[in-house]
């Protein structure tokens, strides 16, 4: 089985908004309830998490105008009123108001080779409820420029890749700082980034400027065609740290801080241990992260034997529902070509065949 794909017309963020919102509403009105029901369950009723979705509207409308509009615009093509929607892309910022725990999920590996483009894999983690919500959506908010990004219905962005040879990672992480005054949502900083950056500098200029309420750490990598290049923006209310790849050419991230004055605020609780175990896990396993194929790739992050760290989430019958865990895809950028390999499920039942790549042209160009 393979993800969804909507591939958007040359058009402003009204237009592309209005048809995303209009072919999707069964969808993204699912995704907003199974939302509800897992906020709901850390307290969060329907008046909350109104307040919360229209604060963070209203800090994405001011800080990227279009797309505060288009997540307007979304909802209008989709029939729901627009801090539904909000709600999407907000939903980390939600969780950090309601003090949800910190839960690790998702591990991220890049590997720079001398003479050929980055290479990279990650799982995505998430509630095995949410197994329908990703959707992977191409479209040009610029002319010429192309991105496609493995996201939600309803969320603007999260993994994904630009004509610019520019793509980001994205790994949840947890601070002592989050949960103040509702601030930009981290989706919308991947979605900026994944518009209009081409260089890290890029991307850490535009991390900087929005003011936050929650903590991720997006993981940026380029290829200009003759070197690649990566950093980590490990993104919290307090400041932005950047992490960038080894002497070497590796960066690996789970969800804890790396920067050392952020790491101060480390709030990863009983989950920190794992993450560094996966951590380790990623160390062990550089050389075959280096491969060439998503596949290979992603059978170096499978470890299930006595020891090892497990990478790959399964849910148990036995967790209750908000702690039913699961990887629920995994996901390679190829920066070069400006494509996404996607299989849908954990690395561990990865074959050569279960994976999608995701490379079509916006209709019109």
């Excluded at 950090?96 to 050929?116: D, F, I, M, Y």
Aim: net charge neutral; charged share 20%.
């Amino acid at each position: 089985m393979t993800f969804p794909e909507f591939v958007s017309a040359r058009s402003g963020p009204t237009q592309r908004g209005r048809a995303f919102g209009a072919r999707w509403k069964t969808e993204i009105a699912a995704t907003h309830t199974g939302y509800m029901e897992l906020f709901a369950t850390l307290g969060g009723g329907a008046a909350r998490v109104r307040a919360l979705s229209e604060e963070a509207l209203a800090q994405t409308a001011a800080w990227a105008p279009s797309l505060g509009a288009e997540i307007g615009a979304i909802a209008a093509g989709a029939g729901l009123e627009t801090w539904r929607v909000a709600s999407v892309s907000a939903r980390t910022e939600i969780l950090a108001a309601l003090n949800a725990p910190v839960r690790s999920e998702c591990s991220t590996a890049v590997v720079l080779p001398g003479g050929a483009p980055p290479r990279t894999v990650q799982t995505w983690d998430w509630h095995d409820a949410m197994r329908d919500v990703p959707v992977v959506w191409t479209y040009e908010p610029s002319p010429g420029h192309r991105v496609r990004t493995f996201t939600e219905f309803g969320a603007l962005a999260k993994i994904g890749v630009n004509g610019a040879g520019l793509g980001v990672h994205f790994n949840i992480l947890g601070h002592a700082s989050d949960g103040g005054a509702t601030g930009v949502p981290v989706h919308v900083i991947a979605r900026c980034i994944l518009d209009e950056a081409e260089t890290l500098e890029d991307a850490e200029r535009i991390a900087r400027s929005a003011r936050t309420s929650a903590s991720t750490a997006i993981t940026v990598v380029t290829y200009d065609g003759r070197r690649g290049r990566a950093a980590t923006l490990e993104i919290c209310p307090d400041g932005v740290g950047v992490i960038p790849a080894d002497a070497a050419g590796t960066l690996l991230h789970t969800n804890h801080f790396e920067d050392p004055a952020l790491a101060a605020g480390e709030a990863g609780g009983d989950e920190l241990p794992g993450s560094l175990a996966r951590l380790g896990h990623l160390r062990s396993r550089t050389r075959t992260l280096s491969a060439p194929t998503a596949q290979q790739r992603a059978e170096a992050l499978v470890g299930h034997a006595p020891g090892d760290a497990p990478v790959c989430a399964h849910p148990t019958t036995g967790d209750p529902s908000r702690a039913r865990w699961e990887t629920l895809a995994t996901i390679s950028l190829d920066v070069a070509a400006g494509a996404l390999d996607v299989h849908r499920g954990g690395p561990c039942r990865a074959t050569p065949a279960s994976w999608r790549r995701y490379q079509g042209s916006p209709a019109g160009m």
